[in-house]
């Protein structure tokens, strides 16, 4: 593997973890899991936007280049969102299922 593409993946994990964990539970789990967190997002929301056909970075680029003027690399943007919208979803399905555990262990 290259090391480039390593230290890309832990940097948009990183990122998207810690936007992830900052929207869904208003906290920070820390580097190591951040980036975890946002690495499985970056799988899960990777697969929805290929499975809608969507680029997920292109209107964002688009419109801080309107604004802006500051030309942002498309694919970068695009990895930082797909992985947290993966993530804020990873988040989710983890809280409703620590849920039904816990009223399950109530009842």
């Given at each position: 593997m290259d090391y480039m593409?390593?230290?890309t993946m832990?940097?948009?994990g990183m990122i998207a973890g810690t936007a992830a964990a900052r929207i869904v539970k208003g906290d920070n789990f820390g580097f190591l899991m951040n980036s975890l967190l946002g690495i499985a997002g970056a799988i899960v929301g990777g697969f929805i936007f290929k499975a809608l056909d969507v680029s997920p970075g292109a209107g964002i680029?688009?419109?801080i280049d309107e604004t802006f003027d500051v030309q942002?690399?498309?694919n970068?943007?695009?990895m930082v969102v797909?992985?947290?919208v993966g993530a804020i979803i990873l988040l989710f399905v983890s809280k409703?299922?620590?849920r039904r555990r816990?009223?399950?262990h109530i009842v």
């Open positions: 593409n390593l230290l832990v940097v948009v680029v688009r419109i942002l690399p498309e970068f943007v695009g797909s992985a947290t409703t299922f620590r816990v009223k399950k």
